[in-house]
């Protein structure tokens, strides 16, 4: 049993939450572009992670000894939303019916998704902190009192 | 030596804290895939394996206790314990409990253990500090 890999879970951990944040960002840094008519607009992305052995362990349907490995990410999957159509005739992206296709980012789902991903980092942190302490702990074994 | 004298103590303090750092290991991961879509929450105990494995069977020697209690040792870093559990979905705030409750008996453990190495170095010494 070594610390080491109890830390790499973690910092796999804080890894993903870091890039589900940062897809959070570049949605809501997009929310108002727009495109030229025929091109589709900017899609919001979401982070898609799963445990690292997953597969692994279907294979085995449910059968114990699976060492815990931490989380990877799979990937940045678009949204399948429908682009928010502003009806604006005068701006340089307006199509010929006078409608501006924006990205359609829902602020809402973006803010939840951001709260709960702050939250497991810091989960992950406290949780990095506790196999400190208890490697710390162990390096007292056979102090002289 | 030090071994005959310290009976299964050793033994039992040792497999202890390997099942303690696994089942810290074991939260990790949990909180690590707290936002993994469809993820089961895995789970460890070793406390009812410790017990059986560290009961004395009528006259049975030490060494077949402590023999028990490695292959239990072993058992744990190999993950045999670790079992995917109903719950889908990450409780993190049953995962935080479990953690902080983990690491304190971690340290209590080690305490203890020092406290029966000082113990030791007594009877080697043959004088109370």
Known sequence: ?????????????????????????????????????????????????????????????????????????????????????????????????????????????????????????????????AAKAMAQKALEIGDRK | MIEEMSGVTSALVKTALDGLAMQQRVIANNIANANSSGYTAQGMEFEAALRAAAQRHGDEPAADVKARLRQLSAAIDNGELVHATDNIGVKLDIEMALLNQTVLKYQALVQAMGQFGS????????EIK
């Open chain 1, 1 to 129: 049993m070594d610390y080491f890999s109890s830390f790499e879970i973690s910092a796999s951990g804080l890894m993903a939450e870091r890039l589900r944040l940062e897809a959070v960002a570049t949605n809501l840094a997009n929310a108002n572009t727009t495109a030229a008519p025929g091109s589709a607009p900017y899609q919001p992305v979401r982070v898609v992670s799963r445990p690292i052995g997953a597969e692994f362990t279907r294979h085995l349907d449910g059968a114990a000894g699976q060492l815990p490995a931490g989380v990877q990410v799979m990937s940045l999957e678009k949204m399948p939303v429908a682009p928010r159509l502003v009806y604006d005739p005068k701006h340089p992206d307006a199509d010929a019916n006078g409608f501006v296709a924006h990205a359609n980012v829902d602020p809402l789902s973006e803010m939840v998704t951001m709260m709960s991903a702050v939250r497991a980092y810091e989960a992950n942190i406290k949780a990095i902190g």
């Open chain 2, 119 to 126: 113990l030791r170095a007594m009877a080697i010494s043959g």
